[in-house]
């Protein structure tokens, strides 16, 4: 699957061989004439209120776009906060504005195994965007991750490079935007590079041997990797974060966690508790569960700590150190 496809050629008014006599024919002219030139360049592709409309399917690549394209796009977010990606089923509403858009941004790495489907029924024809290309992907776990993790967001590093395939994307969709684009994109970098930055910094105030994570699913790979940390296990173990737990895989996580010495168990803000809770009861470890748990599959809602992807990464951090030292 190619990562960026160009759009169809915007179609041309066709000039009349035979103009009708008349006051008629004159109005019909200059209608025409007054169409083409009220047109700036590049705004061919523009939508209402002459901003590119986008569509991006999850909440971490819709956050990336409205950075980027500003106020020059208008974004459609086909999951919106504490949805699961994986299991996910378009609506007609999201066909629709799948059918809109001139350009579509996706996460790729099969994260949106639905997305193929969407977009043949919505006739989608516009520039295609994979966030993932230039990312190294991570070997994933089991047959649902075949094209690798999917989970890249969580290395500020690889968001650099969503951001930057984002950027191309729009800029061949509106080239009279590029330079737009392309600033918004530096202010943007220089923010990520803080943000790692912070995160190297105060995970290095967690003592080495507990540096440990037991989380929900295995979602906190390239996080795990880009910061030194040692991935004990999930809660869940499978791409499925609605599988259900059986008293065997409760014990074995619990007997995992007792034998590093790990501190705390961590679940996400978008799944149920329960499981986590009674895991880290049993393990005489604490627990991070609920509202102000882990971002990991997607943002939180507005007015969140993780109602963007600074915030989300910021938050997580937070909400490890804290549980870790």
Same mark, same amino acid.
């Given at each position: ?43 061919? *592709? ?15 690549? %819709? ?11 208008? $974004? ?5 906060? *504490? ?53 190294? #992907? ?16 969580? *290395?500020?590093? *690889?968001?650099?490079?969503? $951001? ?13 935007? %590029? ?26 105030? #967690? !003592? ?5 994570? $037991? ?85 939180? !809602? ?19 150190? %804290?549980?870790?030292?």
């Amino acid at each position: 699957m190619s990562a960026l496809r160009s759009e169809d050629p915007v179609p041309v008014i066709p000039t009349p061989t035979r103009l009708a006599a008349g006051v008629a024919g004159l109005a019909l002219l200059a209608a025409l004439l007054a169409g083409c030139g009220s047109s700036s360049a590049g705004s061919g *592709n523009a939508g209402a209120g002459g901003r590119l409309p986008v569509v991006a399917t999850t909440s971490q690549v %819709a956050d990336f776009t409205r950075v980027v394209g500003g106020d020059r796009v208008r $974004v459609a977010q086909l999951l919106k906060p *504490n949805v699961d990606p994986h299991d996910y089923e378009p609506t007609p509403a999201d066909i629709e504005a799948v059918a809109d858009a001139k350009v579509l941004v996706e996460n790729g790495v099969g994260l949106e195994s639905w997305l193929d489907d969407a977009v043949g029924a919505a006739g989608f024809d516009g520039i295609r965007v994979d966030a993932s290309r230039g990312v190294t #992907i991570r070997a994933g776990s089991g047959d649902e991750e075949k094209a690798g993790d999917p989970h890249i967001w969580h *290395n500020p590093l *690889n968001a650099k490079i969503m $951001v930057a395939d984002i950027e191309r994307g729009l800029a061949q969709a509106d080239p009279a935007n %590029a330079g737009y684009f392309h600033a918004n994109r530096i202010i943007y970098d220089k923010k990520l590079d803080v943000l790692d930055g912070d995160i190297r910094r105060q995970i290095a105030t #967690i !003592p080495p041997a507990d540096r440990k994570l $037991v989380t929900n699913h295995d979602a906190f790979g390239y996080y795990i990797e880009r910061y030194g940390l040692t991935f004990v296990g999930s809660i869940i173990p499978s791409f499925d974060t609605a599988a259900e737990l059986s008293g065997s895989n409760i014990r074995t996580i619990v007997d995992r966690i007792r034998r590093t010495g790990t501190k705390a168990v961590f679940s996400e803000s978008s799944l149920p508790p329960r499981t986590a809770r009674t895991i880290a009861t049993e393990a005489g470890v604490r627990v991070e569960a609920g509202e102000d748990s882990l971002y990991g599959d997607s943002l939180g !809602p507005a007015g969140s700590d993780g109602s963007t992807y600074l915030q989300m990464e910021e938050h997580n951090t937070r909400v490890i150190v %804290a549980a870790l030292r």
